[in-house]
């Protein structure tokens, strides 16, 4: 998400702190500086003054090394990225002093460890902006910005961060496959080019058994592994086939960009937080579970990390939220989730906590998209510099604001298919509105609760909170 979105970075360290990142010192003479982008490659650019220079200035001398005409201006977004936090920036930042602070980040907004912390370092990446609303990257037609846009949205399917099913992955594989090997290869060569490639190159690793320990390797690859290598080159041979013509060259790029905008969690921002497990076996145990949090200008995805799937999919007009500080020592942040369901044929309120240091992060994103949303569709995002102020109305003045506080939302479909939400396997909270107010203060949201029920099993105990 943006970066000081909600509340602002930590003061800026004493000149004694160590200085992380591309930029070594904070003196005014030319530096080099490496823009990374998505995937191997980077930008080198040659930066005087490096610790004062913004984001809005390195912009556009990366445009300029990009070749991305001003019209794809607002598609993209730098970020600092490391394994443990993602934050995008504002045009007015900048990078060199957000680098001085990444260890006050990291404190502030991840549950890693002291040496984690000490050993983790920033890199300034230059990839999408998450408030890029999809209608306009449809209207996109210079071919490098496509493959900026494409590399991204591969390096995340083969990650498994956009879960999808067997014929999305198998469709899309083949489409890389396509660009990169080209069409019309006969089966022979086609098999062979595969093999050589692996299909780890072309089909989420947890899919391809990229991340399959030995026994996983063991037990039936040979099989399972052919088995893919034979749908991926049958999808490949109906792309072959489609036209006696070479393909346009961004024909293939608008093809997979497409199917990805078919998955709602596309363009969204990630997030870390853990969520309760449902109650099991005779002694009730519980434990919390892993989850990504995805936000996005459309709604609120939260994705089973380990299973790659969706437990959760809410648009801005089916949910309500809070963001709650921790109380105690020990305590969590939490985000709340309020979204309509029904328990025995009765019309309810659940609520999902999803616990994570982050949860201030995503309400003020959330809170932006809602804004924007309400501007116009997002017209307003492409406007980059995001100096727009965050509504402090009371939630009982928000007018029409999509969080649909003021009447019932739409009920979530719960389907097969890993993309849809599996409301029934969440432990949520739960409590019936008394129809008096047609408006509930955003500050009951968790005051309300009578009961906490664990879907999975029916049980339901007293539970205050």
Not at 80 to 94: A, D, F, I, N, V
Not at 300 to 318: N, T, W
Not at 360 to 382: N, Y
Not at 418 to 431: A, D, G, K, P
Request: net charge negative; proline share 5%.
């Amino acid at each position: 998400m943006e970066g000081d979105e909600c509340g602002g970075f930590p003061p800026e360290p004493s000149e004694g702190s160590s200085q992380r990142g591309s930029v070594a010192s904070s003196v005014t003479r030319a530096q080099d500086v490496l823009v990374y982008l998505v995937g191997d490659s980077a930008v080198h650019l040659c930066v005087e003054g490096v610790a004062c220079v913004s984001v809005q200035e390195l912009g556009r001398s990366v445009r300029e090394a990009l070749h991305i005409p001003d019209s794809a201006m607002d598609a993209f977004a730098f970020w600092l990225c490391s394994p443990l936090l993602e934050l995008q920036l504002k045009p007015k930042h900048q990078p060199y002093k957000l680098c001085r602070q990444w260890q006050d980040l990291l404190y502030r907004f991840t549950e890693a460890s002291e040496e984690d912390i000490s050993q983790d370092e920033p890199c300034l990446q230059y990839r999408r902006n998450v408030f890029y609303p999809k209608s306009k990257e449809l209207q996109i037609e210079d071919e490098g910005v496509l493959r900026l846009l494409y590399d991204e949205a591969r390096v995340n399917i083969l990650a498994g961060r956009f879960p999808c099913d067997p014929e999305t992955w198998t469709g899309l594989g083949a489409l890389s496959f396509a660009m990169e090997l080209g069409v019309g290869l006969d089966d022979q060569k086609a098999t062979a080019a595969l093999r050589e490639k692996k299909l780890i190159s072309f089909l989420p690793a947890h899919v391809s058994g990229g991340g399959g320990g030995l026994f996983s390797t063991l037990r039936g690859k040979g099989g399972r592994q052919a088995g893919l290598e034979h749908n991926l080159l049958e999808e490949y041979r109906k792309i072959s086939t489609l036209g006696s013509t070479p393909p346009e060259p961004t024909q293939h790029l608008r093809q997979y960009l497409s199917t990805c905008h078919s998955l709602p969690y596309y363009g969204c921002a990630f997030f870390s937080g853990e969520i309760d497990k449902p109650a099991q076996g005779i002694l009730h145990r519980a434990g919390r579970k892993a989850v990504n949090v995805g936000i996005s200008l459309e709604g609120v995805y939260v994705m089973d990390i380990k299973e790659k799937h969706v437990l959760l999919g809410l648009r801005f007009s089916e949910l309500s939220w809070d963001h709650s500080y921790p109380e105690g020592e020990g305590d969590s942040h939490i985000l709340w989730l309020e979204f309509d369901g029904e328990e025995a044929g009765t019309p309810v309120n659940k609520l999902l906590k999803i616990y994570s240091k982050q949860a201030e992060l995503m309400s003020g994103l959330i809170e932006f998209c809602v804004e924007l949303q309400s501007a116009g569709e997002g017209g307003a995002a492409t406007e980059t510099d995001n100096d727009v102020s965050l509504s402090h109305q009371p939630a009982g003045q928000a007018g029409n604001s999509d969080r649909g506080r003021g009447g019932r939302r739409g009920k979530l479909r719960r389907q097969s298919s890993v993309v849809c939400s599996r409301v029934h396997t969440l432990n949520t909270i739960s409590y019936v509105d008394n129809g008096e107010s047609g408006e509930r203060p955003q500050q009951q949201l968790s005051r309300e609760v009578v009961s906490h029920t664990s879907s999975q099993n029916g049980t339901t105990e007293a539970c205050s909170v």
